[in-house]
């Protein structure tokens, strides 16, 4: 009797706030989303991919400067990449128009043979140069594209070189509305004050991490929160990827145009904003 | 000293030496459960070999892997790129992607005798369930990608096949899409589509499954091929393992039925199943001893060892016969059986103690070619011959002792009154010796001129696909998927730039923990040094232009028959080009580091495997790049021709040079590597490994037959037969054209063992006779008796007791019948026909009697010591060796 009245007791203590956390849920993954793509209206940073090959210890770097602009906040978004590393891809560059409901407009340059190849943008979750990292995982994964749940709360502690940092986080489920080759479910733990994935594991069909996310380094640039260090890992594949960020040419609000994402600059680079 | 005490102690402890056989058998027996196989030809060679180095390294740095293919065949060459046939081979790919590796199934048999063996830990690792291919590796139509560019003219790497088609067009679209993709091609499908590849990578140290793999995929492939389709299975891997679980069955068919065949002939020669059931168990007890041994020591059994058994029976049984025979003839002359049993042992012990010797001494040479599984046959057999000679001194007397009285009257009364035709064939060939010696002098000349020019032309050459029978599933596969896709005999060369000296190996790649060093090279991520102009590498525009001229070289050679030996070969340079063919519209070559690089880049961005299929040909630092060949042909010869055309080939086009910042100049390296050369490289150190092994224990039986016989003359008669026998059968086989493979190349050593036998057995019985007799032809019409008659009832015993080898399915197995029926024919008529030609005619140098000892009345101590030093030493002194 005693424990039928506790039971009851909890169902309705707990029943409401079920539908709120369903609701909130969303709204985590919503605010997570626009604080780590939409930062500002625009941004450039140099960035360092090290793409680490099964067992390497010496990683292949690519170096290049990344220019953004956002057009609607968690909608389209305009990329410009220049590609500095390795020396005999320099002054390549890739030009990418964001779409939430479309593909995406991709066009790469390539110097040696001065000719502009479109690139199909359909498959957002192809490997992004090469890299551990989708085109999906670089430009953002639409929060609309998945039906998200807060599992609970927990505490996630990063080992970083010197310290270790410890972050609250949203412990969130999110399982794609329409059903993917891939991605059967995303698990990714987000911190309650800064709205930034602290880890995202990648869960296939077959129930097994295939990817991990995990941000390094969070410092707060020209006022935003910004992850300098990003590692992804495919455990399956013995491989990884890491993004760092120059924390000197990384900025926002630099007030770069729209027009400068067009065809024309990927065979004259905006080098103003390049530098 | 040695003999009296084996021979007392047989006597005296019969029963004793019975039991301790048994448990001694049952020790050993004991090991066969834990008997593991290893047919992989790369573990034949020592690990250190240079050959093996670059190969492990190649298969790491560019991960890549051994391959077996499957291959499904439209009998009537219709295309099976149709809706229905890519429906059923996405059908059939889905499941062999879905193939895991299976434990042993447990049974109560294994388990007992696991439980008393310290084999535990070995099982546990067993048991696991492992993946036997790269599934992510595995090639098929629908497994690989394809760059295209869609309707709107956009650059799309896609799955060439993600779901089978649904309409006609489709599929031929398909056949259409390979026949254009230079890294496709030839691989997935023939040209006209009426094969169709499924390329498995291996996992490492998973080749010996591949006989399992196989068996899975047939399986599958059954399940939905229709009427007029075959399904194949070709690749190095799958011929070795196939082989070694074939060897197994066969071993078990075939070595109980010479088995049988030899009882048989052993009881029509002596009557009496009881006495000849003895030479059966001590062969099989010395099969089983050296085999236990051999497993207990730790070794795997790999092509070769799985021969011992067949090699140590007809050893085993012809000391047992020699016994048996001398028994058989003068059981009923002493008044005891001990008394009979020790003089016919006394008798036999100093020849039967040379022919083991020498035995030992051919096989043990092996060990002088430093190949390891030659090594351990050579001394597993040495030291199963060791045990046969053992077991003929102590369990043959020991038995002998045992049987019931009866057998044995019954068995010395059958001698006596039986004139049989063993003895008229013995007589023959006394006769033909004493009337026409010089003839048959002047025919082993010939004979012997005649094999000398036959081993000029001996063809060198061995393919493991040949081992199996024209005929044989694998060597239709073989014929078929080589006749409509690029090969299946797989080959790399690799390229290789060494960084200057003054440059540290800073681009290993070597492996440690990812996260410890983690932060460790991100530190100068963003530093400005790294500005200098790059090293030259593989990337550089005349090293890609000059492999581009490599491949189409390799692809324009023909061998001797005019055919074309590489089939297909993929590189860098195929990615490249489809790159620009594909995203440029420039099917050519890039010619400068940049456009390569930018290429490269332009590949690996669109990649769905982040480019995984171009680092399998460049490393990521691009020092190194690999090239796939594939031969369309596994014979050794047609990759060493390939090697010696393209070493002409690179003498008139030298690979380029490039100048490092220090000035260092540097050229292209270029190597061979891959299971088909690897191959090669084996068989080169076979043939030469045996070659001096054999020399060199013919060397060291030559010396042994002069210690002997007291005289350099005889020992030098004593080998006649054998030098004879060998030169014959290998003569003989460089005029039939039968390749020198592994098999024939072992056999030498089994040649040199046996057929010095006889010779000894004859030349120590014909001069302890003569010493006794003083009379040439009594002596001869003695040893016809006694000697030549257990001589030839070896020859006929063994070579017609190994003949149902005749019809083993494996090559080698037939290969050994035959060398068995060769030797003992060859080596048992020139014994007992040349030899006494020889002696006839020479007989008034080579036999000068005796003239101070007269043996008949030593007493026992004496007459030992002189059966150490037969005749007297002056024959040596008194003649020139001719």
């Given at each position: 009797m005693k424990t039928l009245l506790s039971l009851l007791l909890t169902l309705l203590l707990f029943a409401p706030s079920i539908t709120t956390a369903a609701e909130s849920a969303d709204e985590i993954m919503k605010k997570a989303h626009l604080k780590s793509?939409?930062?500002?209206d625009d941004g450039r940073s140099i960035m360092a991919m090290l793409v680490y090959a099964?067992?390497?210890?010496k990683p292949l770097q690519k170096t290049f400067t990344i220019l953004k602009r956002d057009l609607e906040e968690g909608g389209r978004q305009k990329f410009f990449i220049y590609f500095q590393k390795p020396a005999d891809i320099k002054k390549t560059t890739f030009l990418v128009h964001k779409y939430v409901d479309q593909d995406d407009y991709r066009r790469l340059y390539i110097p040696a043979s001065d000719k502009v190849i479109p690139i199909a943008?359909?498959?957002?979750?192809d490997p992004f140069m090469g890299s551990d990292y989708s085109y999906e995982d670089i430009s953002g994964r639409h929060f609309s594209k998945d039906q998200h749940s807060i599992v609970g709360e927990e505490t996630i502690t990063i080992q970083e070189k010197k310290k270790s940092v410890t972050y609250q986080t949203y412990a969130m489920e999110s399982v794609p509305k329409e059903k993917e080759d891939k991605i059967a479910k995303i698990k990714s733990w987000i911190d309650k004050?800064?709205?930034?994935?602290?880890q995202v594991e990648f869960i296939n069909h077959d129930g097994k991490v295939y990817k991990r996310y995990r941000s390094y380094k969070i410092q707060t640039i020209d006022g935003f929160p910004t992850i300098m260090r990003r590692v992804m890992e495919s455990p399956l594949e013995g491989t990884r990827t890491v993004i760092l960020l120059h924390p000197k040419k990384t900025n926002y609000n630099?007030?770069?145009?729209?027009?400068?994402?067009?065809?024309?600059?990927?065979?004259?680079?905006?080098?103003k904003y390049l530098k | 000293m040695i003999q009296r005490f084996l021979i007392d102690f047989a006597i005296k402890h019969a029963k004793l030496v019975m039991v301790l056989s048994g448990l001694i058998t049952l020790f050993f027996l004991a090991?066969?459960?834990s008997l593991t196989t290893d047919t992989d030809p790369v573990k034949m060679?020592?690990?250190?070999?240079p050959a093996i180095v670059l190969y492990n390294q190649m298969k790491k740095e560019f991960d890549v892997h051994d391959m077996v293919v499957l291959g499904i065949n439209k009998r009537d060459g219709?295309?099976?790129?149709t809706v229905d046939g890519l429906t059923r081979i996405h059908k059939i790919t889905q499941e062999i992607l879905e193939i895991k590796d299976h434990p042993p199934e447990p049974s109560w048999m294994l388990d007992l005798l696991h439980s008393v063996q310290f084999l535990k830990e070995q099982d546990k690792e067993r048991n696991e369930i492992k993946d036997i291919m790269v599934t992510d590796d595995v090639m098929s139509i629908s497994t690989v990608d394809d760059i295209v560019r869609n309707a709107a003219g956009e650059l799309k790497v896609a799955p060439l096949m993600q779901t089978p088609p649904r309409k006609e067009a489709e599929a031929r679209q398909i056949l259409t899409a390979i026949n254009e993709n230079p890294i496709l091609q030839g691989k997935l499908a023939s040209a006209d589509g009426s094969l169709v590849g499924i390329f498995m990578p291996l996992q490492e140290g998973m080749k010996d499954r591949s006989y399992f793999l196989g068996e899975e995929v047939k399986r599958i492939a059954a399940k939905y091929l229709v009427d007029g389709e075959d399904y194949y299975l070709a690749g190095l891997p799958i011929a070795e393992n196939t082989f070694g679980n074939e060897m197994f069955v066969q071993m078990g068919v075939y070595a109980p039925a010479a088995g049988l065949v030899i009882f048989l002939l052993l009881f029509y020669f002596f009557r009496s199943i009881k006495l000849i059931i003895a030479p059966m168990l001590l062969a099989m007890m010395a099969v089983i001893w050296a085999m236990g041994a051999l497993i207990y020591s730790g070794n795997t059994i790999h092509i070769m060892s799985s021969m011992i058994p067949i090699f140590l029976m007809p050893i085993a049984v012809l000391d047992c016969i020699h016994i048996i025979s001398k028994l058989h003839q003068?059981?009923?002359?002493?008044?005891?059986r001990e008394e009979a049993v020790r003089a016919v042992m006394k008798e036999l012990f100093n020849p039967m103690l040379y022919t083991t010797i020498t035995t030992i001494v051919g096989f043990v040479?092996?060990?002088?070619?430093?190949i390891p599984p030659v090594m351990v046959f050579g001394i597993t057999v040495g030291f199963g011959v060791f045990l046969a000679w053992l077991l003929s001194m102590v369990f043959l007397p020991a038995y002998t002792m045992l049987m019931d009285e009866e057998a044995l009257q019954k068995f010395g009364q059958a001698a006596s009154d039986k004139k049989s035709w063993i003895m008229n064939m013995t007589v023959g060939f006394k006769n033909i010796a004493a009337k026409v010696p010089v003839f048959v002098i002047a025919t082993a000349t010939v004979l012997l001129v005649l094999s000398v020019v036959g081993i000029q032309k001996i063809i060198v050459n061995d393919n493991p696909?040949?081992?199996?029978?024209?005929?044989?599933v694998l060597r239709q596969a073989d014929q078929v998927m080589n006749d409509k896709l690029a090969g299946t005999y797989m080959a790399n060369l690799v390229f290789e730039l060494p960084l200057p000296?003054?440059?540290?190996?800073?681009f290993s790649t070597t492996v440690s923990d990812p996260e410890a060093d983690a932060f460790g090279d991100e530190?100068?991520?963003?530093?400005?040094?790294?500005?200098q102009a790059p090293l030259?590498?593989?990337?550089?525009g005349e090293i890609v232009q000059y492999m581009g001229k490599i491949q189409q070289y390799l692809l324009s050679v023909k061998n001797q028959?005019?055919?074309?030996?590489?089939?297909g070969v993929t590189s860098l340079v195929d990615i490249l080009q489809k790159v620009g063919k594909t995203a440029?519209?420039?099917?050519t070559l890039p010619d400068n580091r940049e456009q390569v690089a930018q290429y490269m880049f332009l590949f690996e961005s669109g990649?769905?495997?982040?480019g995984k299929d171009m680092w399998k040909f460049i490393t990521r630092d691009g020092r190194k790049a690999q090239m796939w060949v594939q031969l369309k042909?596994?014979?050794n010869n047609q990759i060493n021709y390939l090697n010696v055309r393209l070493n002409e080939f690179m003498r008139t086009n030298q690979p380029p040079t490039v100048t490092y910042p220090n000035g260092e100049n540097v050229q292209l390296q270029i190597q061979w590597s891959g299971l088909t050369y690897i191959n090669s490289v084996w068989q080169d150190e076979m043939v030469n490994g045996m070659r001096s092994a054999l020399i060199g224990s013919f060397g060291i039986v030559f010396l042994m037959m002069v210690f002997l016989f007291r005289s350099l003359v005889w020992g030098a008669l004593a080998m006649l037969p054998l030098s004879l026998t060998i030169l014959a059968i290998y003569g003989f086989i460089g005029y039939i054209g039968k390749y020198y493979d592994m098999p024939i190349a072992v056999l030498s050593s089994l040649t040199l063992g046996l057929s010095v036998d006889f010779s000894i057995h004859y030349i120590e019985s014909l001069r302890a006779t003569y010493r006794k007799l003083k009379n040439f032809q009594e002596t001869y019409e003695e040893i016809s008796n006694e000697t030549a008659k257990a001589i030839w009832q070896n020859v006929l015993v063994i070579s017609i007791g190994f003949?149902?080898?005749?019809?083993?399915?494996l090559v080698p197995y037939v290969t050994v019948g035959s060398f068995f029926f060769a030797i003992m024919l060859v080596s048992g008529v020139s014994t007992l026909v040349l030899l006494p030609s020889i002696v006839t005619v020479g007989k008034r140098w080579l036999?000068?009697?005796?003239?101070?000892?007269?043996?008949?009345?030593?007493?026992k101590e004496e007459e030992n010591e002189s059966d150490m030093a037969?005749?007297?030493?002056?024959v040596q002194v008194a003649t020139e060796p001719t």
């Open positions: 793509y939409y930062v500002g099964k067992g390497a210890s943008g359909s498959r957002k979750q004050t800064t709205y930034t994935p602290i630099l007030g770069i145009p729209e027009d400068i994402f067009v065809d024309r600059s990927l065979r004259n680079p905006p080098m | 090991a066969f459960p060679l020592p690990q250190d070999n219709s295309s099976l790129f003068s059981y009923h002359k002493y008044d005891t040479s092996l060990t002088s070619t430093g696909v040949r081992w199996f029978k024209e005929g044989h000296a003054d440059m540290n190996t800073n530190e100068d991520a963003f530093s400005e040094e790294a500005e030259p590498d593989m990337k550089n028959e005019g055919q074309v030996i590489v089939g440029l519209d420039d099917p990649d769905l495997k982040k042909n596994g014979d003949m149902p080898l005749f019809f083993a399915g036999l000068k009697a005796p003239q101070q000892k007269q043996p008949g009345n030593l007493s037969p005749t007297v030493q002056k």
